[in-house]
């Protein structure tokens, strides 16, 4: 980070908290930013975001916010040539114990907008966790927020709670969060006219949020579809698809358990078979699919391919 002086937006995103919350600690503990430029709002500088580091560990440790500004006031904090903020954050509490950083989300090596929502989610603070995908979503469109933003931070819920068994209450916040977010991507885009796509999920299949990124990001592309949704049989498949007459599917399996590739198969033998039928999610597996089924290897593959039928179909029409 250097000497990079940093606005309130950009400090909420790397710190996980609402920007409304940052106006707060500054209006009532003076934890506020201290570079200013004439003619330019005040800016947070490296020691600003040392001591706001301290302020919300602290806080999300059950600390009360004035006694955890007392303490991020008095702890020193590095210069610019000093070791990186999140480390004094880290390093001591007050009575001297040392963080063990065990209620943490691992994302890997995702960007500060990540962990900031990694450490919103843990305090489940559904404000910030909208302020943060709703900004990511604007500046950086669909795909790279699922890719860049959220997929880390579900992906480390789950690892979490693999080896513990907890975090369901920071999944089940998150996820509306992000089925919020998405929704609101779908409503505001211009799609025009015929729905051609058809989005569900396997038989059985619960975990939706991916198949709702890939409508957002068809709906930030203009392209109309229908969305089925979670635990849709076969049988339900199949019927909707001869009602409709969709140009592509796109069937999403998140677990083996789920991925039965009869239903592809049933799906390739309707009387109205799609042109393309997409085979998306780690379910399935490459060498199970039937003749015709394309698995793409990810969700900017799945727009894509939307797209590609889509431009092939308005081509025809036109010629």
């Given at each position: ?24 600690w ?7 930013p ?34 955890a ?20 954050a ?13 209620q943490t ?74 089925s ?34 890939l409508a ?18 076969a ?36 009387p109205?078979?799609p ?27 799945a ?9 092939s179909?308005?081509q025809?029409?036109?010629?």
């Open positions: 980070m250097g000497d990079e002086a940093l606005s309130a937006g950009a400090v909420a995103r790397r710190l996980g908290v609402a920007v409304t919350t940052l106006r707060t500054h209006q009532r503990y003076g934890l506020g201290s570079q200013h430029l004439p003619g330019h709002h005040r800016r947070y500088t490296p020691a600003d975001l040392a001591r706001l580091e301290i302020m919300r560990k602290l806080t999300s440790d059950g600390v009360t916010p004035a006694e500004a007392r303490w991020a006031r008095q702890v020193p904090v590095p210069g610019p040539a000093g070791e990186p903020p999140t480390v004094v880290n390093r001591v509490r007050p009575g001297g114990e040392r963080d063990g950083g065990g989300i691992p994302v890997g090596r995702a960007g500060p907008a990540a962990r900031g929502l990694a450490r919103a989610a843990m305090r489940l603070d559904s404000v910030a966790i909208g302020e943060t995908i709703g900004q990511t979503l604007a500046t950086d469109g669909v795909v790279a927020t699922w890719e860049g933003l959220l997929r880390p931070v579900l992906a480390g819920i789950g690892e979490r709670h693999a080896a513990t068994a907890g975090l369901i209450e920071v999944e089940h916040l998150l996820s509306r969060c992000v919020e977010a998405f929704a609101t991507v779908a409503r505001a885009g211009s799609a025009t006219g015929p729905a051609r796509l058809l989005l569900s999920c396997a038989d059985e299949e619960q975990h939706t949020l991916p198949l709702e990124a957002a990001a068809l709906a930030e592309a203009g392209v109309a579809y229908r969305m089925l949704g979670a635990r849709v049989p049988a339900a498949l199949v019927e909707a698809v001869n009602r409709t007459g969709p140009a592509a599917v796109v069937i999403w399996s998140h677990t083996l358990a789920t991925a039965d590739p009869a239903q592809l198969t049933a799906l390739l033998a309707s109205r078979r042109l393309l039928v997409l085979a998306a999610g780690p379910g399935w597996r490459a060498d199970s699919l039937p003749a015709g089924v394309v698995r793409p290897v990810d969700l900017a593959e727009v894509s391919l939307a797209l590609a039928v889509r431009d179909l308005d025809s029409v036109e010629g």
